[in-house]
Structure formats: C-alpha cells, structure tokens
C-alpha cells in the first residue's frame, strides 16, 4: 500500500506553541521522508526531512521523530510563529520513484 | 542558479478543450515529475520523465500525457478536459542520482468550467 496519512486536518496554536503534526505510512519501500510547508498560491517548499536510519532530526526550531518500527513520523515546531501559519505535508519517497503525500495540515498560529 | 519555473500560471478552460502546461527543470535536474493537487488536498503522483522517456506513472487516465525534451523541460498535455481537472498541477524536478534534491515549481492553476 502507498498511502500516507496524517493528522490533524487542521491545527491552531497560539504564539510560542508546540505545533506537533504526526503522520503513518505503509509502504516499507519508503527511504525518505521530508515534510513540506505550503503557502496559498504557491508550490511545496521543502522544510526538513530524515532518512529511516536516523530516529531523530532537528533543523533550529523543526525537528522529525521518526518511530521505524512503528512507521509513524512526526513534525515538530517550537516557538510556533503567525508566520508558520500555512498547509503542511508530509511524504515518503522511494528512490527514484514518486512521492506519496498526505492530506495535509493546515497550521494557524494566533499572535 | 535557477529553480523550477512553470508556465502559465493560471489558466481557464471550457470541458472538452485541451491544455499543454508547461515546465522549466532547475539547472543540473534531468527528471521531472507532475503533480495534481486538487483544492485541499496533497499532490497526486501524475507520472515522471527522465532521458525524454515516461518513468512511472500514477493513477491517471491516458488522456493525461508528457513531453520531457533534451534541455529536460517537460510539457504536461491534457485532452478533453473534465471539471475534475480543475487543480494545482506541480512540476518537481531532481537529479537522477542525486540525493533527494528534489523542488516544486509554484503551479499551475488550472479551471475547467
């Protein structure tokens, strides 16, 4: 199966929260799993991604977990800011293939 | 360097019609994959192009089908357009061998009415 879901639909935090957006995916194939931040009118940009060797990876205020054996991920953003507010993904990629993205995470940060 | 381009960037089109979208891979990027992202959705998989040759493809329709050319541009054609079509579609470019570096155009919007 190439499914990829993710919760929750929707998220609201007030400034200076923890944003935690979890995903599950079925496909063991799966060697990448990056999660992509996307603001209306504009394409998936890239916010941070882990290999399934490594269980944990943070990049300033995002950090992945990553649970192998559960095959669940999860983004994490501390110091939530208004200007985090935009539609998250996360995916997983087998090499050379395509990417499999979940519905998505629409996050608001209050000010 | 440069990064994915797509054109156009919006675009209205009657059921029936045909459309050609096109899409402009980053410097050093030599496949390009398609996307459709209907409105509150993730990206849909369309198919990918590598050496001028289809290299996968996701759950469309024929009517769905691509060019990759020797610059590695790609074009996107659609033919008899459904008001279903109505979405983002995504260009991503990499490089075959490269590790992960794949990027996202901005889009296409495109509206069947």
């Known amino acids: 199966q190439q499914q990829v879901k993710q919760s929750p639909q929707s998220l609201i935090v007030q400034k200076g929260g923890i944003s935690i957006i979890n995903c599950a995916y079925e496909?063991?194939?799966?060697?990448?799993f990056p999660w992509y931040q996307q603001f209306p009118g504009k394409g998936p940009a890239l916010l941070i991604a882990i290999r399934p060797d490594v269980s944990e990876k943070k990049e300033g205020r995002f950090t992945i977990s990553f649970n192998k054996s559960a095959k669940q991920f999860s983004l994490h953003i501390m110091d939530s800011q208004p200007g985090d507010s935009a539609t998250y993904f996360c995916?997983?990629?087998?090499?050379?293939?395509?990417?499999?993205f979940g519905p998505g995470t629409r996050l608001s940060v209050l000010p | 360097e440069t990064g994915v381009t797509q054109s156009p960037t919006h675009l209205i089109k009657t059921r029936g019609q045909q459309v050609t979208l096109r899409c402009s891979s980053q410097?050093?990027?030599?496949?390009v994959s398609w996307y459709q992202q209907a409105l509150g959705q993730g990206p849909q998989f369309i198919f990918q192009y590598y050496r001028e040759e289809e290299n996968g493809r996701g759950n469309f329709p024929p009517r769905f089908s691509g060019l990759q050319f020797p610059n590695y541009s790609s074009e996107l054609n659609v033919n008899a357009l459904e008001l279903d079509d109505s979405a983002l579609y995504l260009c991503a470019s990499s490089s075959r061998g490269g590790d992960y570096g794949y990027t996202f155009g901005s889009g296409t919007r495109l509206t069947v009415v």
């Open positions: 995916a997983g990629l087998n090499y050379g293939q395509n990417f499999v």
């Open positions: 410097s050093g990027h030599n496949t």
């Open positions: 496909n063991t194939a799966f060697d990448y």
